[in-house]
Structure formats: structure tokens, C-alpha cells
């Protein structure tokens, strides 16, 4: 059995900053892409950053310049540095990542979401 839970949500100021942490823990061969994705109220969810498993990074346009995706293997977390924060960031954040469970199955995996509000 495979989890993902992150961490670091919570209320800011515009302008501030938080981390999101999402650690992956079970039974666990590898871990390829691991992902944040966000859904505000009455949205769509979104891809707000990806990182391979050698650290090749993307970004949503609308977050370039400001977030940062890292990721920690030996510790099988991901990490999400947002900076200069909008209120049009306020969304439940969900780490995702496709991981393998022996050589042959993989799969596709969900956090719980972590709530981050920014006040104008």
C-alpha cells in the first residue's frame, strides 16, 4: 500500500511565502514524476508544477518565476517553494506521483490535498 501526505499549507499574506512537503511511504520500488496540482472553489483542478525522477522541472505559466518544484529521493518527498503569493493561489493543493511497486506494476497516486489561503 502506497501514501502520499503533504504538509505546509496554511494561511499567508500576499506577497509571503510557504512550502509544501508531500511524502510518499508504503511499499515502494521507484518513483518516477512526481507533480502538484491545485483546484480553487468552482475550478477545474490544474498542473502547477512537475520534477522527474533525475530533476527535470515544469511549471504552469501563471506560476513561473515564483514556485519551485524540488524533490528529495532517498527521503521519497517532494517539495513545493512558493513565493510572492497571490490570492488567486488559494486552492487545495494535491501532490501526485506515478510510482512503481515492484519492477512490473505502477500506478498513479493521490494525496489528501492540503488547503492554502492567501489574503489580500
Known amino acids: 500500500q502506497v501514501q502520499l501526505v503533504e504538509s505546509g499549507g496554511g494561511l499567508v499574506q500576499a506577497g509571503g511565502s510557504l512550502r509544501l512537503s508531500c511524502a510518499a511511504s508504503g511499499s515502494i520500488f521507484s518513483i518516477n514524476d512526481m507533480r502538484w496540482y491545485r483546484q480553487a472553489p468552482g475550478k477545474q483542478r490544474e498542473l502547477v508544477a512537475a520534477?522527474?525522477?533525475?530533476?527535470?522541472?515544469n511549471y504552469a505559466d501563471s506560476v513561473k518565476d515564483r514556485f519551485t518544484i524540488s524533490r528529495d529521493n532517498a527521503k521519497k518527498t517532494v517539495y513545493l517553494q512558493m513565493n510572492s503569493l497571490k490570492p488567486e493561489d488559494t486552492a487545495v493543493y494535491y501532490c501526485?506521483?506515478?510510482?512503481?511497486?515492484?519492477?512490473?506494476?505502477?500506478?498513479?497516486?493521490w494525496g489528501q490535498g492540503t488547503q492554502v489561503t492567501v489574503s489580500s
Open positions: 501526485n506521483a506515478e510510482i512503481k511497486t515492484d519492477r512490473i506494476r505502477r500506478g498513479d497516486y
Open positions: 520534477i522527474t525522477s533525475v530533476g527535470s522541472t
